[in-house]
């Protein structure tokens, strides 16, 4: 898969409060739809082309992330959706925690669904090719808590990948530009405008799809 680059301009990286509530336009509409009182632990503002990406972390009360996202995984199963690796299993050396954390290459199951509006396709590639320059000021992986959902956003497409375990995960950046541009198809499939990535152990669930 084509792997998407862009220039370094970054401008600006600023946290919010802890705890704010849910902010307009950041995250996946199956996300909203799973928790409609998510709170955001964090969030910053990385410029990259001009462009302002925002990262965001959320919570759930209750949990409800974790309840409502493990429907997906039946919703797929009972598609027979195709199974396939997102890319080739990541050395040792790009993950910063053991092997049990470390989901870098970690065998998916994808499938397309449909929004009453999807994103712009112009969006997700720009967000897409946003990803390869954020690794590069954060570095290769990111750490996700269990419970929450790590977002990344640009006007109407958002980027989603939640850790359904127990435990913390580690995520590779270039995994999730590659899956996210794998499942680039879905916008270009009416009426799909949305896609949903399980992982076969259901540790965590991915999403690209319209930011509300």
Not at 85 to 112: F, K, L, N, Y
Not at 195 to 204: K, L, S
Request: net charge negative; glycine share 8%; aromatic share 6%.
């Amino acid at each position: 898969m084509k792997l998407f680059t862009s220039q370094l301009l970054i401008l600006a990286s600023s946290l919010s409060a802890f705890a704010l509530s849910i902010r307009s336009g950041l995250v996946p509409q199956e996300v909203a739809n799973a928790c409609p009182s998510a709170q955001v632990l964090s969030s910053s503002t990385i410029s990259v082309d001009g462009q302002d990406v925002v990262r965001q972390v959320l919570s759930c009360p209750g949990g409800n992330f974790t309840s409502s996202l493990r429907a997906v995984d039946r919703t797929l199963s009972s598609r027979g959706l195709t199974e396939y690796s997102a890319i080739e299993a990541r050395s040792a050396a790009e993950c910063t925690t053991p092997a049990t954390e470390c989901q870098c290459g970690q065998p998916v199951i994808c499938g397309c669904f449909g929004e009453t509006v999807g994103p712009s396709a112009a969006d997700c590639t720009a967000l897409i090719g946003s990803l390869p320059v954020i690794a590069s000021i954060t570095g290769p992986t990111f750490i996700i808590q269990p419970g929450t959902v790590h977002t990344t956003s640009l006007r109407t497409c958002a980027i989603s990948f939640t850790n359904l375990g127990e435990t913390p995960e580690e995520f590779c950046w270039d995994d999730l530009a590659n899956q996210a541009n794998g499942e680039m198809s879905c916008m270009s499939s009416p009426p799909f405008s949305s896609a949903v990535c399980m992982a076969e152990t259901q540790r965590f669930v991915f999403h690209l799809g319209e930011a509300v």
